[in-house]
């Protein structure tokens, strides 16, 4: 194979046509950052395993470029998305400044995967939390409140993230990954870097921000916005974690029962789509944590294939919302008659999402599910000779079938649309049609996604267990979970249809942080306000006492020593609070 040298790291070219294009039309802009985009995939696919760039970063020994089958699997599809996304974007009226922004969002998120070390995955995964949030901002409204949420909880989950690799470093005294062969080192690192990443991957209780942000900013930006941010942390997982970790793949498996259960109660459609982000990358998570050869490459697998469909599905919920300006489902139906080409490349997403054979999430999660059932403990609940993590990836599948049966039923084939509606316009067709025609060829041709792996699951010199696509088993599964999605919908459909609201976590802490916060500045205000007056009275009292103390001795022979008194005790109280809290303040 034609190699190249890495003279440059891919996400350079990305960040440079970020930097140009609001300085350009937009026909020229969006062009840019399609080829800017798009020469990432034959540049990384050309970049033979093993090549690296190293750098002084901050005074450290760091990578800034370095290949091996995760990196490359990531750029592949990154760079791919990023140029379909950008294509999409053009077509759906964004404007170049945010598209830059999106590009900057594409580059960051390159540079964190393909670094070689923890500190240029710290310092790009930081990036990234910025430009995904002004992202978020640029559009305006109800996005720029969804937005302050989104970067404090990055923030928050960034920080636990740099903790626990300044932790790493003080153990074995390298950023660099090859430093050790079991990921993140020390008793406290890992707890501080699960955390920090799971907050980017949607772990049960750190989820909300996704179901808050993602359906707030512009249709084209949440294209870019549900592919990177959740795939680049589980690609922070797997190496923190590369020997795998029970509890997280307990939490891979929650997250995707959560999710699709979750999403089942959404009217508004991408709000729907962003809980089975979370529910999908429950699948990638629960790979990582089983910690072998199979159930990693199954997580890659699935990672690259959720990428594709679920680009996908907001393409075509981003196609309903430009074409009638209406996000509920419950204010929509009859589409596909309207919009066919809309509604076949709906199926498409949603029948690669649910799993269903001959498209490219059956082979994905078939992976995953075979390593839950042959590579993993069988748990509190092992029934029928599966694991409890396995019923519970099972279980996230019924409820994903649920849940695309039912945007599918109500924005698409249910009932009669009033008046006439376009269907996509021709940019945007072509961009659903590419992807879509990418979600049946892996699914068919799965051979061509198993060379794209970091392991090879047909050979068991690899995995523990040889894995195949399409035996009489695992289509009867994938038959069996569809029939009881849609048993499960129809049962459901009534009472689903009375359900306005489901309150999440963050009905609990965005209030709590509101009132907690506004509580803080107060009380630091009225504190303020309080010594100043303490302040002000005693240095009025102390230079009355100097100047004229017959006054003072006249207030007391006049029968106000009670009132002085009292003035001379608050201002010692006070003063002496301020004192206790500044010491304290100084010893913490």
């Known amino acids: 194979m034609v190699s190249v040298e890495p003279f440059l790291p891919p996400f350079v070219p ?10 350009l039309g937009r026909r020229a802009g969006h062009v840019l950052g399609i080829v800017a985009t798009g020469v990432v995939v034959p540049y990384v696919w050309l970049s033979p395993a093993g090549q690296h760039l190293p750098v002084a970063l901050f005074g450290f020994d760091a990578v800034l470029y370095n290949v091996d089958a995760f990196s490359t699997l990531m750029g592949l599809v990154f760079g791919l998305i990023g140029a379909v996304a950008v294509l999409y974007s053009w077509y759906s009226e964004a404007d170049s400044l945010q598209t830059a922004f999106a590009l900057s969002y594409v580059g960051t998120s390159l540079g964190a995967v393909f670094g070689g070390d923890w500190l240029s995955l710290v310092f790009f995964w930081e990036l990234m939390a910025v430009t995904s949030t002004l992202l978020v ?8 409140r969804a937005g302050y949420r989104y970067a404090i909880l990055h923030g928050i989950g960034g920080t636990l993230l740099l903790g626990a690799v300044i932790w790493h470093y003080v153990e074995v005294g390298s950023f660099l990954f090859t430093a050790t062969d079991g990921g993140i080192a020390g008793p406290v690192a890992p707890i501080l870097a699960a955390v920090g990443i799971g907050v980017n991957v949607g772990f049960v209780g750190l989820h909300a921000w996704l179901p808050d942000t993602y359906p707030r900013p512009h249709i084209a930006a949440s294209v870019f916005l549900c592919v990177f941010t959740t795939k680049t942390g589980v690609y922070g997982m797997y190496r923190a974690f590369p020997e795998g970790q029970l509890a997280i793949a307990y939490m891979g498996g929650i997250m995707a029962v959560f999710g699709a259960t979750m999403a089942l109660f959404q009217n508004d459609m991408r709000r729907l789509l962003s809980y089975h982000i979370q529910s999908q990358v429950g699948y990638m998570i629960a790979g990582v944590g089983i910690g072998t050869t ?13 990428i594709l469909y679920k680009g996908l599905l907001f393409m075509t919920a981003g196609v309903v919302v430009y074409r009638t300006g209406t996000e509920s489902l419950k204010k929509l139906g009859g589409l596909g008659r309207e919009m066919p080409l809309t509604a076949v490349a709906f199926v498409v997403a949603a029948l690669s999402i649910a799993g269903f054979p001959l498209f490219n999430g059956f082979v994905s999660k078939g992976i995953v599910i075979a390593a839950s059932h042959y590579d993993f403990a069988k748990g509190p609940l092992y029934v029928g000779g599966r694991t409890t993590l396995e019923w519970l990836l099972l279980v996230g599948g019924v409820g994903t079938f649920m849940s695309f049966i ?12 009033e008046g006439s509606v376009a269907d996509a316009n021709i940019g945007q067709s072509v961009a659903m049609v590419t992807v879509a025609v990418l979600c049946v060829f892996f699914g068919v041709v799965d051979s061509a996604l198993f060379g794209l792996l970091p392991y090879d699951v047909t050979s068991e010199a690899v995995v523990s267990h040889a894995y195949t696509t399409y035996t009489v088993d695992h289509i009867v599964e994938g038959l069996a979970l569809a029939v009881a999605g849609l048993v ?13 609201r489901v309150p999440d976590v963050d009905d609990l802490y965005n209030p709590a942080v509101l009132y907690g916060s506004r509580a803080l500045v107060v009380g630091t205000t009225e504190l303020y306000a309080a010594v100043d007056r303490a302040a002000v009275a005693t240095t009025r009292l102390a230079h009355t006492v100097v100047t004229d103390p017959r006054s003072v001795l006249a207030r007391l022979g006049d029968g106000e020593p009670t009132r002085l008194t009292a003035d001379i005790g ?16 100084l010893l913490i």
Do not use: D
Request: net charge positive.
């Open 137 to 144: 901002w640029h559009y305006g409204g109800r996005a720029v």
């Open 294 to 306: 199979l159930a990693q490459a199954g997580a890659m697998a699935h990672v690259f294939n959720h």
């Open 406 to 417: 039912k945007f599918g039923y109500y924005a698409f084939f249910h009932g009669e649309y």
């Open 488 to 500: 499960g919908f129809v049962l459901v459909k009534k009472p689903l249809s009375r359900v306005k």
């Open 14 to 23: 990305v960040l440079l046509a970020a930097l140009v294009i609001p300085f």
């Open 570 to 585: 608050t201002s010692i109280v006070l003063v002496t609070l301020v004192l206790a809290v500044t010491v304290a303040v």
